[in-house]
Structure formats: structure tokens, C-alpha cells
């Protein structure tokens, strides 16, 4: 699970927070450091870039502040609608400036994919 987790972009120390709150959520950053034995200071540089990424969201109003991981599914579907909204803004400023596609020739694929 770690090596899928990190090819969604999220570094080692992330991966253990991140499935620390699956764990337990409503922890607070010094129970995820406790729990995965990193430093306090780390651990909260990791739960802030997870929630930058949309993967945690926090509960500022309690004391201290907890945290809790998005379901995967939660979390993948959020990606999934940001990457479509990307997607059409990036093709209605390229609207313009597209030139006619390309016919005929030999091109190397890279992928099966492609």
C-alpha cells in the first residue's frame, strides 16, 4: 500500500501520518508523531502539506487542533474533479492557438496507453 500511496505524490513521512489518522482519526499532531515515532515538528509539516493536498482536514476548534485523513475514495474523487476542471480551463485558453491535428507519419508510442 505505501508504494501506491507515494505514487500519488505523497512522501514517506506523509504516508505513515496519513495512514495514522486512517487509523485513529481525531488525533492530534503529537499523538500521529507518538504513533509513527518521527519528530513533533515533522509530523505537522506533514499534516500541513497532507492537508494542502486535500488528503486531511483539521478541527481547529478543538484543543489541541486533531486531524482527520479523507477516505481514499473521498480523496481520489476530489483529485479527480480538480484534474477535470483543470482540464477545461487549460483547453478553453488553448482554444485559440490550437493548430489543425497532424495526419499521416510514423510516431513513436511510449505507452500502451497512448
Known amino acids: 500500500m505505501r508504494p501506491l500511496l507515494g505514487s500519488l505524490g505523497f512522501s514517506g513521512l506523509e ?4 495512514l495514522a489518522l486512517i487509523e485513529q482519526p481525531n488525533a492530534s ?4 508523531a507518538q ?6 515538528g515533522s509530523t505537522y ?8 493536498k486535500g488528503a486531511v482536514v483539521a ?10 485523513a479523507l477516505s481514499i475514495s473521498e480523496y481520489m ?4 474533479r480538480d ?10 485558453e488553448m482554444e485559440d492557438m490550437a493548430a489543425q491535428p497532424a495526419h499521416g507519419g510514423i510516431f513513436e508510442l511510449d505507452s500502451i496507453a497512448q
Not at 504513533?35 to 513533533?40: A, D, E, F, P
Not at 484534474?83 to 478553453?92: G, K, N, P, S, Y
Open 15 to 18: 504516508v505513515d501520518t496519513y
Open 29 to 32: 499532531g503529537y499523538q500521529v
Open 35 to 40: 504513533k509513527i515515532g518521527k519528530l513533533v
Open 45 to 52: 509539516k506533514a499534516l500541513d502539506s497532507l492537508r494542502a
Open 59 to 68: 478541527n481547529e476548534t478543538a484543543r489541541p487542533t486533531t486531524f482527520v
Open 77 to 80: 474523487d476530489a483529485r479527480r
Open 83 to 92: 484534474l477535470e476542471d483543470l482540464q477545461v480551463r487549460i483547453e478553453r
